[in-house]
Nanobody, 124 residues
Framework: QVQLVESGGGLVQAGGSLRLSCAAS????????MGWFRQAPGKEREFVAA????????YYADSVKGRFTISRDNAKNTVYLQMTSLKTEDTAVYYC?????????????????WGQGTQVTVSS
């Protein structure tokens, strides 16, 4: 079982940027797709972005397309989420997750391992 730890969250003004990191331990993530989700208060956890095992394929939720970029460094066993042009509606706890396969779907159930989350708050 892989352990995932997110970092990089914080408070930022609308229009600003943040980069989230997800450090994995326990096993290599190089053979698995990875993803980011978020959950705002009172709402369900929603898909944000995912990346295939080698970084060759990425996909995004429509709400973040063009503003967020997911990437990975398998040598560092780390996944990143670069967030730009942040909006107040991006405020949420952001979770890193590991797919069950090298490249999979965007449902919560497609992911086998989860981090504890990092808070992102965007002020107006």
């Amino acid at each position: 079982q892989v352990q995932l730890v997110e970092s990089g969250g914080g408070l930022v003004q609308a229009g600003g940027s943040l980069r989230l990191s997800c450090a994995a331990s326990g096993r290599s993530i190089s053979g698995y797709g990875m993803g980011w989700f978020r959950q705002a208060p009172g709402k369900e956890r929603e898909f944000v972005a995912a990346i295939s095992w080698n970084g060759g394929n990425t996909y995004y939720a429509d709400s973040v397309k063009g503003r967020f970029t997911i990437s990975r460094d398998n040598a560092k066993n780390t996944v990143y989420l670069q967030m730009t042009s942040l909006k107040t509606e991006d405020t949420a706890v952001y979770y890193c997750a590991a797919h069950r396969v090298p490249f999979g779907g965007s449902r919560v159930t497609d992911f086998a391992s989860w981090g504890q989350g990092t808070q992102v708050t965007v002020s107006s």
